[in-house]
T-cell receptor, first 111, second 117 residues
Framework: KNEVEQSPQNLTAQEGEFITINCSYS?????LHWLQQHPGGGIVSLFMLSSGKKKHGRLIATINIQEKHSSLHITASHPRDSAVYIC?????????????FGTGTLLAVQP | GAGVSQSPSNKVTEKGKDVELRCDPISGHTALYWYRQSLGQGLEFLIY????????KSGLPSDRFSAERTGGSVSTLTIQRTQQEDSAVYLC???????????????FGEGSRLTVL
């Protein structure tokens, strides 16, 4: 079982729909990242969370540390939101600084 | 530019050849990471630099892989005697680790796509 699980793996939505992508993890963490990877391969960091909720434009990310769960929400989705969304966690403690990545959620927003 | 710069963007090589991939992080970013993304796979950690030292190189898949960082800036990932399974996109990321501008946010380069024939 992966230490970081995302759901769904694939998601197709109609333009304007509210979208939720979920991330569950099994290790103690110091931070969680949401990343966006476009078809060309470039990766953009959307959020880094250690608690609570963050909002940037139409994107909202929440995290529940006790439940080891985070969600990424996209309001009023648009075709340009089509991308792979990746959840990554930074394990707590130890000398390592590496991230553990989920396998990503492929989102397609249709006009 | 102001972002993380990687070169080459594409590299096709023959099995057994050595390759070098370069990462130029954002100026002032002390932490630098190398990741690998094989076709259809998730991102895989390779190595982490803090300044010029590499406190975590646990992700390097074999002793054919090595990386160095000089001057706390540019990093080079070297793959010796390349194999077909080394074909992947190699991504570099950097971030600050302290100071007024610290956000913890990672900034990724566009990646170097390596194809080993």
């Amino acid at each position: 079982k992966n230490e970081v699980e995302q759901s769904p793996q694939n998601l197709t939505a109609q333009e304007g729909e509210f979208i939720t992508i979920n991330c569950s993890y099994s290790v103690g963490i110091s931070a969680l990242h949401w990343l966006q990877q476009h078809p060309g391969g470039g990766i953009v960091s959307l959020f880094m969370l250690s608690s609570g909720k963050k909002k940037h434009g139409r994107l909202i990310a929440t995290i529940n540390i006790q439940e080891k769960h985070s969600s990424l929400h996209i309001t009023a989705s648009h075709p340009r939101d089509s991308a792979v969304y990746i959840c990554a966690v930074r394990p707590d403690g130890g000398a390592t600084n590496k991230l553990i990545f989920g396998t990503g959620t492929l989102l397609a927003v249709q006009p | 530019g102001a972002g993380v710069s990687q070169s080459p963007s594409n590299k096709v090589t023959e099995k057994g050849k050595d390759v070098e991939l370069r990462c130029d992080p954002i100026s002032g970013h002390t932490a630098l990471y190398w990741y690998r993304q094989s076709l259809g796979q998730g991102l895989e950690f390779l190595i982490y630099f803090q300044g010029n030292s590499a406190p975590d190189k646990s992700g390097l898949p074999s002793d054919r892989f090595s990386a160095e960082r000089t001057g706390g800036s540019v990093s080079t990932l070297t793959i010796q005697r390349t194999q077909q399974e080394d074909s992947a996109v190699y991504l570099c990321a950097s971030r600050t680790t302290s100071g007024l501008k610290y956000t913890g946010e990672l900034f990724f380069g566009e990646g170097s796509r390596l194809t080993v024939l």
